[in-house]
């Protein structure tokens, strides 16, 4: 019953707040303009992660009390690189920052997260595991920055990720993480009501780097418990396809002699949507591959056999492989905002 007040709580609030958010998009001048580049046809309001921060911090707190947790230096520190990662993308989505701007204030999120104690499960504060960590998280903020390039495709993706890791915590009695999922969950879902196509609001830079900031916490959270490093599989398969995505958009960009910063209509989704012509079925296709993911993840969970996670990591990764040769072959149709 907790979870699910944490749940409505974050919900609730998400759905309330998004209209003024709106509102405030269009006052403030945080408006995302229809460009060659772009793909949708008016401006259209970019504070949807004020909404999401909304709900978010109101559960992060709520969640505290509820499940009476101590505000402990990790849990602090987690929270201040939440609170910089959602203000650096607020700057970006008013003044169009640069790669390397964004990139630095990316690192900052993840010293704050690192060194406050957050890497203290499977992945530990060695000098190597700090490199992995700093990819792990610098990449999976990118990877939901990227996704976000289709309405409600990065919320979908993210409410399904973190049902799947809240499902995770629960399973393994870790209360704290379990209320950060739910939270995160409840706020995409709402939001999807007012971001699915056709879309009244974006999340701007400003949601999709939290959303990849929380998601890519979740996964060092749920070592916390464990004793080998095969269960590394399990976050990596609930955040399969924003790793599938970035991994495909990066390497098709390089083979190109593209810069992969350069936006492109040419991420998994726009492919899967110039054979389906249709962006709601793309979002429903992607949803899908996600759940499933998800699904996998959560069953290895209830066995201890090693050959197990490596049977669904080589067969998971094999049918991504062919996916992304596939779609390396569906024709670019343009630019579009990444």
Same mark, same amino acid.
């Given at each position: ?166 499902? $995770?915590?629960? *399973?393994?009695?870790?209360?704290? %993480? +379990?209320? !950060?999922?739910? &939270?995160? =969950? @409840? #706020?995409? $879902?709402?939001? *999807?009501?007012?971001?699915?196509? %056709? +879309?009244? !609001?974006?999340? &701007?830079? =400003? @949601? #999709?780097? $939290? ?128």
């Amino acid at each position: 019953m907790p979870y699910l007040a944490l749940f409505l709580v974050a919900a609730i609030l998400v759905v309330s707040v998004t209209p003024l958010a709106r509102q405030a998009a269009v006052r403030w001048g945080f408006l995302d303009v229809p460009s060659n580049r772009k793909v949708h046809k008016k401006p259209t309001p970019l504070l949807g992660g004020l909404a999401i921060m909304a709900g978010f911090l109101a559960t992060f707190f709520v969640g505290v009390r509820l499940i009476d947790v101590e505000l402990t230096f990790p849990l602090v520190g987690f929270l201040l690189g939440a609170i910089w990662i959602f203000m650096l993308g607020l700057i970006d989505d008013k003044l169009n920052l640069g790669s390397v701007p964004k990139l630095v204030g990316q690192v900052v999120a993840c010293a704050l997260l690192f060194f406050s104690g957050n890497t203290n499960g499977l992945i530990t504060n060695a000098p190597l595991d700090l490199v992995l960590s700093l990819v792990w998280v610098v990449g999976l903020m990118n990877a939901l920055n990227f996704l976000d390039n289709m309405d409600g495709l990065a919320t979908g993706v993210t409410f399904l990720a973190a049902m799947g890791f809240f499902t $995770l915590f629960v *399973l393994q009695g870790q209360a704290f %993480p +379990a209320v !950060i999922a739910i &939270g995160l =969950a @409840g #706020s995409a $879902l709402a939001f *999807l009501l007012f971001n699915f196509h %056709p +879309a009244s !609001i974006f999340l &701007g830079d =400003a @949601g #999709s780097l $939290l959303y990849g900031y929380v998601l890519a916490t979740l996964g060092l959270m749920s070592t916390w418990h464990q004793d080998s490093y095969v269960s590394l599989i399990i976050p990596v398969l609930i955040l399969g396809y924003p790793i599938f995505d970035v991994s495909f958009v990066v390497l098709t960009r390089i083979a190109r002699g593209t810069h992969v910063a350069t936006p492109g209509k040419d991420h998994t989704s726009h492919r899967l949507g110039t054979l389906l012509e249709n962006v709601r079925g793309t979002a429903g296709v992607v949803y899908a591959v996600c759940l499933v993911l998800a699904l996998v993840a959560v069953g290895l969970h209830f066995t201890e056999e090693v050959s197990a996670y490596w049977v669904a990591f080589i067969v998971t990764a094999g049918l991504l492989l062919t996916l992304g040769a596939v779609l390396s072959r569906v024709p670019i149709q343009g630019a579009a905002r990444d």
